[in-house]
T-cell receptor, first 116, second 113 residues
Framework: AQSVTQLGSHVSVSEGALVLLRCNYS??????LFWYVQYPNQGLQLLLK??????LVKGINGFEAEFKKSETSFHLTKPSAHMSDAAEYFC??????????????FGKGTKLSVKP | EPEVTQTPSHQVTQMGQEVILRCVPI?????FYWYRQILGQKVEFLVS????????KSEIFDDQFSVERPDGSNFTLKIRSTKLEDSAMYFC???????????FGSGTRLTVV
């Protein structure tokens, strides 16, 4: 069975500082990995995804994540936080197989706060 | 940019009542999903729908739940007899292939009293 663990339910950084949100997964098959962001009162917006190929993936708003198979990790980073990055971030894994094309298993989410 | 539209944004219902949550997926998408998020907990998969039938459902999706695509544009989730524990944010999502990630709607917050 697949699962996702996000370390830290709440991360606080200063504006301009590095953002690092951690995600570890378990999967018995090569995973598809996703990061979603949820702004207050809005839906889940896809930030980036890894399916195959290059292990460093770039997403929207300057975010990127690196798939590390040996560490079963898919941490999300951004070199310099902006106030508008304050939101909740969800890591998700999918097996990408089957007629359903794989369903997403989400982590509990990490709320990012950005201090001025 | 195309979006998934969910209505209503917030619904309050009495325990035991039926509710229908509505979603309009992106028009050329083929895969449809419902997820829910109980306050403070993970986003959980409920059901996926493809080719006019359920392709997969979770343990949460028991006989009280049903989905329908009544007219080729709407995708509805019905809860027949709501319980207090059904209170959650319900997200609809759609995907062209299922592999590219989904586009989620803004959610419907269901409160059962």
């Amino acid at each position: 069975a697949q699962s996702v663990t996000q370390l830290g339910s709440h991360v606080s950084v200063s504006e301009g500082a590095l953002v690092l949100l951690r995600c570890n997964y378990s999967s018995s098959v090569p995973p598809y990995l996703f990061w979603y962001v949820q702004y207050p009162n809005q839906g889940l917006q896809l930030l980036l995804k890894y399916t195959t190929g290059a292990t460093l993936v770039k997403g929207i708003n300057g975010f990127e994540a690196e798939f590390k198979k040996s560490e079963t990790s898919f941490h999300l980073t951004k070199p310099s936080a902006h106030m508008s990055d304050a939101a909740e971030y969800f890591c998700a894994v999918s097996d990408g197989y089957g007629g359903s094309q794989g369903n997403l298993i989400f982590g509990k989410g990490t709320k990012l706060s950005v201090k001025p | 940019e195309p979006e998934v539209t969910q209505t209503p944004s917030h619904q309050v219902t009495q325990m035991g009542q039926e509710v229908i949550l509505r979603c309009v997926p992106i028009s050329n998408h083929l895969y449809f999903y419902w997820y829910r998020q109980i306050l403070g907990q993970k986003v959980e998969f409920l059901v996926s729908f493809y080719n006019n039938e359920i392709s997969e459902k979770s343990e949460i999706f028991d006989d009280q739940f049903s989905v329908e695509r009544p007219d080729g544009s709407n995708f509805t989730l019905k809860i027949r007899s709501t319980k207090l524990e059904d209170s959650a944010m319900y997200f609809c999502a759609s995907s062209p292939t299922g592999e590219d990630g989904y586009t989620f709607g803004s959610g419907t917050r269901l409160t059962v009293v």
